[in-house]
């Protein structure tokens, strides 16, 4: 698989939960703590380099496992998992050896681009701390990034 090919395959793959996300988004808004400081949308891609990621929220601020246990219902944007049908939901998948492109640099961002996308489809929204998108362990190429400030919309 190409480069080109894996970016469409991928872009794809998450343009198909976007739905699912933007379902998933207004309820992890309304379940953040008054604690809670900054909401990170975190894309950690596998250590493989095979494709595989996950996104997931956490909220920054005092005694992170209580806060962060307060949104753990509704943390996950996207997570897929190996399933007897196959990779759930479906997303390419490569082999790191057989390629000669930053395979994780690739996930983090168009996951990114992705979240934006989706977030902006909500227009104004009512979240009273900052909302970032971040790359785990410096993958991407363009996170971290800032969807919104923290000022009440």
């Not at 998933?24 to 604690?35: N, R, T």
């Not at 596998?46 to 806060?67: C, E, H, K, M, W």
């Not at 509704?74 to 479906?90: I, N, R, S």
């Not at 997303?91 to 934006?116: E, G, R, S």
Request: aromatic share 8%; charged share 20%.
């Amino acid at each position: 698989m190409t480069e080109s090919e894996f970016i469409a395959e991928l872009t794809g793959a998450l343009d198909g939960q976007s739905d699912a996300a933007r379902t998933q988004i207004p309820l992890l808004l309304a379940s953040l703590p008054d604690a809670a400081t900054r909401l990170d949308l975190q894309i950690f891609p596998a250590q493989d380099g095979d494709g595989f990621f996950t996104v997931r929220a956490s909220v920054d601020g005092p005694n992170l496992y209580v806060i962060n246990k307060s949104i753990d219902a509704h943390a996950d944007l996207f997570d897929a998992k190996y399933t007897e049908d196959g990779v759930q939901p479906p997303i390419p998948i490569v082999d790191c050896f057989d390629v000669d492109y930053p395979v994780n640099d690739i996930v983090v961002d168009c996951a990114a681009k992705w979240l934006q996308t989706v977030w902006h489809s909500f227009g104004d929204i009512k979240c009273n701390i900052p909302v970032v998108v971040v790359g785990h362990d410096d993958y991407g190429t363009v996170t971290p990034i800032e969807l919104h400030s923290g000022a009440a919309a």
